[in-house]
């Protein structure tokens, strides 16, 4: 156990990776404080801009400043583009982006001079795929967000990273608002293309081997500006950089996208 105990903020700790996370430096001494919805310690939604101020005014009062903050809160969206209703959307972002980006924005000024920023983002932000389009931009938009508070923060010693997890076993897929509305465009292939990621459990990532992955992240003295967790989105990495969006594009839309056997009619 530590002889110094950490201020350790972590937005979404009730479930998956931040629940891990959680349990992990309680276990070593640090104080966690989560930032959720169904929170025992601060019942916030992240999107709720004013309510999330206050509570990192709260936060300082009665721990005082912050070691390190780690930005685990979000969902998912799924369906076609033009289908997908503009509140639905919207939430997308106020909640991936937003809560994110606000919850940076007022821990940075109550955080330790040499305190630690972690933005969880997804492989999607770097490999996105079709009918996922407003989830990938959202978490695009964060891993974006990441680099840039680094280099506003470079002139101190406050570390920022992006961390982009692979598919992991969560119940974020299953908690996932999955919209099958389609038209003639379409038909069938919006719930041809989404349902086989959902039953692809077997092949994700144990979140307990996620956890301490990106625990051992946490810990790391000199943050570098992105980590990816996950050996094939890894070796994808490398790979994009010997081709053309193009061919990255089309190959992932031969993968992703399940047209609709018209056979026999």
């Not at 799924?78 to 997908?84: K, M, P, T, W, Y």
């Not at 990938?136 to 280099?151: E, N, P």
């Not at 992006?162 to 099958?180: A, G, H, L, M, V």
């Amino acid at each position: 156990m530590r002889i110094e105990k950490r201020t350790i903020v972590i937005t979404g700790a009730t479930s998956g990776i931040g629940l891990g996370l959680k349990n992990i430096f309680k276990s070593i001494g640090d104080v966690v404080i989560d930032i959720s919805r169904t929170s025992t310690d601060y019942a916030v939604d992240v999107s709720d801009e004013k309510k999330l101020k206050s509570t990192f005014d709260e936060i300082y009062k009665n721990h005082g400043e912050i070691d390190m903050l780690i930005c685990c809160a979000g969902f998912g969206v799924s369906g076609a583009v033009e289908l997908i209703d503009e509140k639905t959307a919207k939430r997308q972002f106020d909640v991936n982006f937003f809560g994110t980006s606000n919850a940076c924005k007022y821990a940075i000024p109550k955080m330790k001079k040499d305190g630690k920023i972690f933005v969880v983002a997804s492989a999607t932000s770097l490999f996105p795929v079709p009918f996922r389009a407003y989830y990938c931009a959202s978490k695009a938009a964060v891993d974006s967000f990441a680099r840039s508070l680094r280099m506003e923060l470079s002139q101190t010693s406050i570390q920022v990273t992006s961390i982009c997890p692979c598919d992991i076993k969560t119940n974020f897929t299953e908690n996932r608002i999955k919209d099958y509305a389609t038209n003639e465009r379409y038909g069938q292939s919006i719930k041809l293309s989404t349902e086989p990621t959902e039953k692809s459990e077997k092949r994700r990532m144990k979140c307990n081997v996620a956890v301490k992955k990106i625990y051992k992240i946490c810990e790391k003295k000199h943050l570098k500006p992105r980590y990816i967790v996950g050996a094939e989105y890894k070796f994808l990495n490398i790979i994009k950089r010997l081709f053309s969006v193009k061919i990255m594009d089309d190959a992932t839309t031969k993968l992703f996208y399940k047209k609709e056997n018209k056979k026999g009619r």
